[in-house]
């Protein structure tokens, strides 16, 4: 079993539909984070969580440390939101993440 | 600036080639991190600097070099590689180089070992 799940591995959405993006981790943490990875390779840091939920402009991430659970939310998909959507958690290695193996997300017009 | 710079973006090589690829960062961060991105994966971590020493090699082959020439540089020298090699090379920077800090990644450079 993999240290960080991701689950679904492939969303397509419809324009304007409300995405939930979900991470499951094993071990302790210090740290959750919520990557972003467009095609052609840069990656963007969405959020960074230890508790409670962040919100930045159309994106909410939660994180439940007692259930070892995070999910990001997408309001109003666009389809310029289509990218990889990596969690990555650190905390029992130093400054070492363990990565999720992402999720496809496709946003239709 | 909260930008991390890499160049080249794309490089094509033979595998009897030297190359370096090079990483800028103008933010103050004292970690410099080196991952290695096969498609359809997550990043894999290969290198870590921290206040320019490596603390971290991955069991990192020896035909991958990196070096740390100041606070605001990273490179990785490639020599000998191996098609297997092939894949996108991450930069990415933080503060200090805790788990618990933000990330900054650099475009890639998409290398090629023929």
């Known amino acids: 079993k993999n240290e960080v799940e991701q689950s679904p591995q492939n969303l397509t959405a419809q324009e304007g539909e409300f995405i939930t993006i979900n991470c499951s981790y094993s071990?302790?943490?210090?740290?959750l984070h919520w990557l972003q990875q467009h095609p052609g390779g840069g990656i963007v840091s969405l959020f960074m969580l230890s508790s409670g939920k962040k919100k930045h402009g159309r994106l909410i991430a939660t994180i439940n440390i007692q259930e070892k659970h995070s999910s990001l939310h997408i309001t109003a998909s666009h389809p310029r939101d289509s990218a990889v959507y990596i969690c990555a958690v650190g905390g029992e290695y130093g400054n070492k993440l363990v990565f999720g193996a992402g999720t496809i997300l496709r946003v239709k017009s | 600036d909260t930008e991390v710079t890499q160049t080249p973006k794309h490089l094509v090589m033979g595998m009897t080639n030297k190359k370096s690829l090079k990483c800028e960062q103008h933010?103050?961060?004292?970690?410099m991190y080196w991952y290695k991105q096969k498609a359809k994966k997550p990043p894999e971590l290969m290198f870590v600097?921290?206040?320019?020493?490596?603390?971290i090699n991955e069991s990192v082959p020896s035909r991958f070099s990196p070096e740390c020439p100041n606070s605001s540089l990273l490179n990785l020298h490639l020599h000998a590689l191996q098609p297997e090699d092939s894949a996108l090379y991450l930069c990415?920077?933080?503060?200090?180089?805790?788990?618990?800090?933000?990330?900054?990644f650099g475009s890639g450079t998409q290398l090629s070992v023929l």
């Open positions: 990415a920077s933080s503060q200090v180089g805790t788990s618990n800090e933000k990330l900054f």
């Open positions: 933010m103050g961060h004292r970690a």
């Open positions: 071990v302790g943490i210090s740290a």
């Open positions: 600097y921290s206040y320019e020493k490596l603390s």
